[in-house]
């Protein structure tokens, strides 16, 4: 931050670029000042192609001073495609967001992570597989990635708090702009268990329609494997699906949605043209190659008639032998 100062906050401002553009830039220009002192047409020559839209690099520098100084005060941090913590998996995808804006601690990228993502109006059956795998997952060390949407997305989070998993929310608003505004509570149980809110948006930008789809490809990225719960056709799930498959990820769906009605239409035409179909988060695990149970720390699963035993034990001060 010292050497590049406003640099990449600058760069993320400037209108009208795709993201490998923003790239170019954060690879050519290597200080805040020497991108200060550029032009629209110096932009415009880098990228070799004209931009459209009118604008100051005046106008964008107190854009980007905005961002800062509002990330700042919001609690929000950053990294730069630059960064030495900026996401491997994410960095390696052909349009990764030049800045990433987070609230949180960012997944730890020696663990794998699972995205598991579906409709906002699920069945009852796939909410609660959603719930139950991303539980299991968790107790086996598995982080889920959604998108902290209603119905799968939110059942995705829930599932993996409750095994005290790291669970990460990617927003296609503001990292401070949580959306729906009813998963506050959500958000915050995310931040309060060690997970995260991403996004590539400034501080303070609205959920506008147009961002979700480019949220999808930050999901599909950040992770290992893909599980499409339930999803209609035309669902944003299978946005995510496609860049999934694009990006080189595993991808599965999941046995709830492709016995429900219109609601899993998307998840079946998944399977049809070759998703593999899952039960349980153990099919994930092994395929993985990760020990099922549960994760260094946590407290220990007993079967329930054990449990009971040990409870009664020690109100009885008795000692007991959990091996027998």
């Known amino acids: ?48 192609r004209p931009l459209r839209r009118n604008w100051t690099m005046e106008t964008v520098c107190a854009l980007a001073e905005g961002d800062f100084r509002a990330a700042l005060r919001r609690g929000i941090r950053w990294t730069s495609w630059n960064d030495g913590d900026y996401p491997p998996l994410l960095r390696e995808i052909f349009d990764p967001p030049q800045l990433l804006y987070y609230r949180g601690k960012l997944p730890d990228p020696e663990k794998p992570l699972l995205a598991i993502v579906g409709t906002r109006h699920p069945s009852a059956g796939a909410q609660a597989q959603a719930f139950e795998i991303a539980r299991e997952l968790g107790r086996a060390g598995v982080a889920v990635v959604s998108g902290l949407a209603l119905g799968i997305d939110a059942a995705g989070h829930r599932g993996n708090l409750e095994a005290s998993a790291p669970t ?3 927003l296609g608003c ?26 590539e948006y400034p501080p303070g930008t609205e959920a506008f329609k147009w961002n979700f789809p480019a949220r999808n490809r930050i999901i599909s990225a950040l992770v290992r494997g893909v599980l499409v719960v339930e999803a209609p056709e035309h669902s944003g799930a299978l946005i995510t699906a496609d860049f999934a498959m694009d990006q080189g990820r595993d991808l599965w769906t999941a046995s709830a949605g492709i016995v429900s009605g219109p609601a899993g239409a998307g998840t079946r035409k998944l399977a049809e043209e070759g998703a593999r179909v899952i039960y349980n988060a153990a099919e994930i ?26 409870s009664l034990a020690k109100q009885l001060n008795i000692e007991f032998d959990s091996e027998k």
């Open 1 to 48: 931050m010292a050497e590049r100062g406003l640099l990449d906050f600058i760069i993320s401002r400037i209108p009208g670029l795709a993201p490998g553009e923003r790239l170019k830039l954060a690879e050519k220009f290597h200080s805040e000042d020497e991108l200060r002192k550029s032009a629209k047409v110096d932009i415009e020559m880098c990228i070799r």
């Open 285 to 310: 695990l092994s395929e993985w190659k990760i020990e099922k149970g549960r994760r260094d720390g946590d407290a220990a699963v007993f079967p329930p008639g054990q449990a009971l035993a040990m």
């Open 174 to 199: 503001g990292a401070d702009m949580v959306y729906p505004q009813s998963n506050r509570p959500l958000a915050r149980r995310i931040l309060e268990a060690g997970g995260a809110i991403i996004s």
């Open 168 to 170: 990460v929310a990617v």
